[in-house]
């Protein structure tokens, strides 16, 4: 809606009167991060502040889905910080950032909280949400310059433990998988950590030498070895637990500093060869 000029009112207001909601459900909404706020030829922002004044011109949107404010989200931790990033382990089911519907239940909102609002929150590389693990926030413009640049350039070792469905003993105790993803380059070095014979699953600590979108999710499931738990790749690896894929380290030079910094699990992953992709005994339903 487009807020007359003729008329001063306030958001809670203007909604209630055109969406039939309950003022308290607009507000609940304004503070979840569902209605947005334009004015002029500025980007829309979120507005959460019920007392935030109104000029005519101005126009306001929600975007109201129930099942999207009700969601109660599980908490992240901290892990280290200082001005310029911190470093937080980010449980599975919590959302990285919201979408127009909300934003409450996000890693990002939930670091916006820590700091009292008073912090940039910059996300600069992703996790899916059925995933656990590390996840790095910058602080303000200049630090995500930064830390994505690391990123780009391939100079942040990011490691991951994996629990995949079946045994991965025959293809050795480490090897990569070089096999072209959307049409590009990608790599994933691994390591055997154990096989469970009562399961049938291997444990495996893995290395990406490359950032393909679900990389991990997508090349073991070519080998016929897919993700426990993964919802969209590979067949027969359900699990009552959810995604067995969790971030567990990162390591990388301090722009800062220049010191090398290490958070969770690094340790030596030794060079290993190749390994060729088998076809799957069964393609895809």
Known sequence: MVVPYHQPTSAPEALAAITGLAKLRIKDAMSKGAVWLQRGSRKPVRLRQVSTPLAGGDRLSIHYDSAVLEREPPA?????????????????????????????????????????????????????????????????????????????????????????????????????IEQALDGKPAVTEWQLEHYDPVSHTSTVHIRMLSGRYHQIRRHFEGIGLPVMGDPRYGEGNKNTEGLQLAAVGIRFRDPWTGETVTFGECPPFAASPATTPKPKAASRP
């Open 76 to 176: 992240a931790t901290l892990v280290a910080e200082n001005r310029h990033y911190s470093v937080w382990l980010k449980p599975a089911g919590l959302l990285i950032e919201g979408s127009r519907y909300g934003d409450h239940a996000t890693l990002a909102r939930q670091i916006e909280d820590h700091f009292g609002g008073k912090r940039d929150v910059h996300l600069v590389h992703r996790l899916d949400m059925e995933a656990s693990g590390l996840v790095i926030a910058a602080h303000a413009s200049a630090a995500t310059a930064k830390l994505s640049a690391l990123f780009s350039g391939r100079e942040i070792d990011k490691r991951y433990r994996v629990t995949l469905r079946g045994d991965l003993r025959p293809r050795g105790t480490q090897g990569r």
